[in-house]
């Protein structure tokens, strides 16, 4: 049973453009979220992340947005470069359950490939 | 600064084997996470491990063990190998095991069981 999910595969955009990543969760206990990129043969990388208590947070190119009603998030990536071409990955867990003893539940990502 | 160092970064082992991952955290850093990434799936939580204690543990079978030495490297065992255990076994560290920790992953050591 998924928990996290990230129901494309995989997104193709054109350079310059809005890269939008999307990302669903089940478990209403999840109050903090965060989103991973990896290129192949490295580790995933921390992009950025959100609380639930917030519903955006910016850093730089890429902002998340948080639907908690919807159990709904979205990694918008403005402009869409080449080196953006990875895979992302949705994350979630629960802030103070008892020093993060839960890890980390990801989705299965998304690979995102930007078109010259 | 060095990151998170994970060795070895390939290796193969056939069925019914034991294997051992090794794993060094970024200086500083006391928690150590464990994580196995299948082919086409996003990782899967194994173990957490803070100040040598297990402070968490995933859905994964007996099999599998840790431990975090006085250092905070940390090492995976997996005993009885099985050709389902092939994947990517990613290590990470954080300052301290907090839900809300940024995890800073290794390259990970891809095990292969034939």
């Known amino acids: 049973d998924q928990q996290v999910k990230q129901n494309s595969p995989s997104l193709s955009v054109q350079e310059g453009r809005i890269s939008i990543l999307n990302c669903d969760y089940t478990?209403?206990?999840?109050?903090?979220f965060l989103w991973y990129k990896k290129y192949p043969a490295e580790g995933p990388t921390f992009l950025i992340s959100?609380?639930?208590?917030?519903d955006k947070n910016e850093d730089g190119r890429f902002t998340v947005f948080l639907n908690k009603s919807a159990k709904h998030l979205s990694l918008h990536i403005v402009p869409s470069q080449p080196g953006d071409s990875a895979v992302y990955f949705c994350?979630?867990?629960?802030?103070?359950?008892?020093?993060?003893?839960?890890?980390?539940?990801f989705g299965k990502g998304t690979h995102l490939i930007i078109q010259p | 600064d060095a990151g998170v160092t994970q060795s070895p970064t390939h290796l193969i082992k056939t069925r019914g084997q034991q294997v051992t991952l090794r794993c060094s955290p970024i200086?500083?850093?006391?928690?150590v996470s464990w994580y196995q990434q299948v082919l086409g799936q996003g990782p899967q939580f194994i173990f957490q491990?803070?100040?040598?204690?297990?402070?968490g543990r995933g859905n994964f079978p007996d099999r599998f063990s840790a431990r975090q030495f006085p250092n905070y490297s940390s090492e995976l065992n997996v005993n009885a190998l099985l050709l389902g255990d092939s994947a990517l076994y990613l290590c990470?560290?954080?300052?301290?095991?907090?839900?809300?920790?940024?995890?800073?992953f290794g390259a990970g050591s891809r095990l292969t069981v034939l």
């Open positions: 491990y803070y100040e040598k204690e297990e402070r």
């Open positions: 478990n209403s206990m999840f109050d903090y």
């Open positions: 959100i609380s639930s208590i917030k």
């Open positions: 994350a979630a867990s629960r802030m103070y359950s008892g020093g993060g003893a839960d890890g980390l539940t």
């Open positions: 200086s500083g850093h006391k928690s």
């Open positions: 990470a560290s954080s300052l301290r095991p907090s839900g809300a920790n940024v995890l800073t």
